[in-house]
């Protein structure tokens, strides 16, 4: 890839975090360009979404610098992260739709909330996202009647409703038919391809991604333990990536959590 | 045991500390509540029409109670065309505020502290810091001017209520001379020291409520069980304010 | 619920506690009872005051016309101030009496004022000249009792 350094929208240098002693993340070094879209993959509560808080700003890293368009997240105060956020847009892991708004409210939300566009246009362009994500015929239904997969569809129309620069996707994929998986990626692609923007995905479906993405980063025990263009990570010979697309149970990436052995634990409750 | 005791005092300490900076920025990001109106009309739609019935209600049944109850005390010293200035100073003084205060902290703060905790819970707070509008601003300010703007026209509602409930039980019941029950009234209850004491009372009432409604809301445990807790604490800690302001109030207020 | 019917219910509302802070107002406090009428200060000393509060009534010829604003001890003269706040529509000439007086045997005490026959009239922060304090029942009894005492052995 031809981007040159300092072009950076994304930039993030040995970021730490720990929530209270438990340190998550160890030292991430992580860039995306503009027009780049990034997939991040990693084991079930490796810290992903913490990454993607940490980018958006709602949290501080404890070392380490996360610099967006140029601004040090870590620095910023409150209207200049607003000012940033409003260029960002980011799918919730579990939606985050607001319960009390209909579909159509909901996607209408930062439009009201950050424009003051006539009522026809802002008609307009919401019903344009909700078709974008296959639910224009849903736009009347509330939250609460929705399906999961429907859900996040509506969360992501949400997350692009201001044609962001940066758009931040927790598990897009999470929930949908092999039909929506595959409109959905391509929607993904061509947005940020449209706008001009970066893309930043936390996915856990190897196979949709790699065909989508530019590039790939993988995540474990807190660390980057191997990155790659699609075509790099199937060649892989690495052991972490092969477990990770082969979905393989054994390898370096650990299916438990830290714990002692289970015998010892069973044992000890046995013994009491 | 001690060091117990001690963790929950600086907890507490710590939540007050927390509740004071929550009110400085609730104040500071109100401006949103009054420039868009709608935002804070619907809010005085759930907590203040919603609360509608229940008030009503219980402020007729306060009034007939007193009704009785006061005649029964004051004829027996016959004196009973007092029933009037009865009824009309326990409730704009006291009973008015105060109950409908009680009242208000369980059907309407509850409800803005089960809201706004279970946003919280899914994320919707979070989700809309990242789209750069301020929960503060957007969620939690105009749910307080809500309630805040509510509570006086209540419990002023609620002393009326209660004043014709005391007239029907005296007056069309009873029998006391509808004349004396009202001149009496009006010879005895003094406008700014009365009303407008009662009035501001309610007043403080509902900052106080509201305050507490959404802040527990706000400072929750985003899980169900602590959505739970924090909606007992409203309406616990509601009810002790409301008393304990009382009581200091009334200290200033009814002195002379 | 759209956002015009919640308009409503709220006016409607809105309306309701409107009248009812209303209907406190005019029919149960009596709006006119002179709460937010204009009126001017007068003072009056008294040697005792007795059981006198302030916001008691002034009344003269049984008529209410101001409240007792504010009740002060004078140590150098040693005596009570009674500030007055009389309504601004009713004048009074300038040797005016006042007392303090009770409402019935064990009712409330009030200033009562009794009206003089000077041409000119009390202004704001006028002094009433003659005054006639409260009458203290154990006093009362005291002194009929040494008066009775005193009588006995005379004749
Ligand atoms: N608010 C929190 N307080 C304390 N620990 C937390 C908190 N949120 C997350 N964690 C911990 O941080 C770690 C990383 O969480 P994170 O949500 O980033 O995982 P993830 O990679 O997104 O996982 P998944 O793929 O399951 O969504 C987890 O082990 C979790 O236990
Ligand atoms: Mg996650």
Redesign the pocket.
Known sequence: MAHREEKALVDLRQVHFA??K?E?LSGIDLTVHRGQLVAIM??????????L?LIGGQLKASAGSVTVDGQDMGQLGTEALYALRRRMGMLF?FGALFTDMSVFENVAFPLREHTDLPESMLRDLVLMKLQAVGLLGGHALMPSELSGGMARRVALARAIALDPMLIMY??PFAGLDPISLGVVGQLIRRLNDALGAASIM?T?DVVESLSIVDYVYF?SDGRIVAKGTPDEIRESKDEFVHQFVHAEPDGPVPFH?KAAPIGELLMGEGGQ | MIRNIGARVIDGVWRLGFASRFLFLLLRYSGQSFLRLHLTLREIYFSGVLSLLIILVSGLFVGLVLGLQGYETLQRYGSSEALGVLVALSLTRELGPVVAGLLFASRAGSAVTAEIGLMKTTEQLKAMDMMAVNPIARVAAPRFWGGVISMPLLAALFSAMGILGGWLIGVAFIGVDDGAFWSQMQAAVDIRYDIVNGVIKSFVFGVAVSLIAVFEGYDCEPTAEGVSRAITRTVVSSALAILALDFVLTSFMFRG | MSRSTIDLWVGLFVLMGGAALLFLALKVGNLSAASFTESYTIEARFANIGGLKVRAPVKVAGVVVGRVADIRYDNERFEAVVSMAVESRYEFPRDTIGAILTSGLLGEQYVGLEPGGDERMLKAGDVLKITQSAVVLEKLIGQFLFNKAAEAPQP
């Open positions: 929530y209270g438990r998550i990693g084991g079930s509560g490796c810290g992903k979404t913490t990454l808080r892991q927790d598990e936390v856990h995540v959590m």
